[in-house]
Nanobody
Framework: QVQLVESGGGLVQAGGSLRLSCVAS????????MRWYRQSPGKQRDLVAAITSGGSTNYADPVKGRFTISRDNAKNTVYLQMNSLKPEDTAVYYC??????????WGQGTQVTVSS
């Protein structure tokens, strides 16, 4: 019964910034992790960033130092702040929640396009 809705994608020039948001609704009261993935056409879906219920974070090497994942529990929202964007960051970005019962939920994705 959980739904995730991403927003904030768009077209940006290299070096620019975007902030993605993912709002969760439905019967979710706890989680093991909130994560952002991305996928380009013809390629696998790769983990970008994750934040655990305890607040620890981890990032894929290509985005370390540029992206920041955060959450607002009161708003049931997870964010991905993306700075210093590069053309290789172009992808559809997906929000994912691993809930307290270790069930995965996915958003529909939001397109991020970085021009050179």
């Amino acid at each position: 019964q959980v739904q995730l809705v991403e927003s904030g994608g768009g077209l940006v020039q290299a070096g620019g910034s975007l902030r993605l948001s993912c709002v969760a609704s439905g019967s979710i009261f706890s989680f093991n992790a909130m994560r952002w993935y991305r996928q380009s056409p013809g390629k696998q879906r790769d983990l970008v960033a994750a934040i655990t219920s305890g607040g620890s974070t981890n990032y894929a090497d290509p985005v370390k130092g540029r992206f920041t994942i955060s959450r607002d529990n009161a708003k049931n929202t997870v964010y991905l702040q993306m700075n210093s964007l590069k053309p290789e960051d172009t992808a559809v970005y997906y929000c994912n929640i691993l809930d307290g019962l270790f069930r995965n939920y996915w958003g529909q994705g939001t397109q991020v396009t970085v021009s050179s």
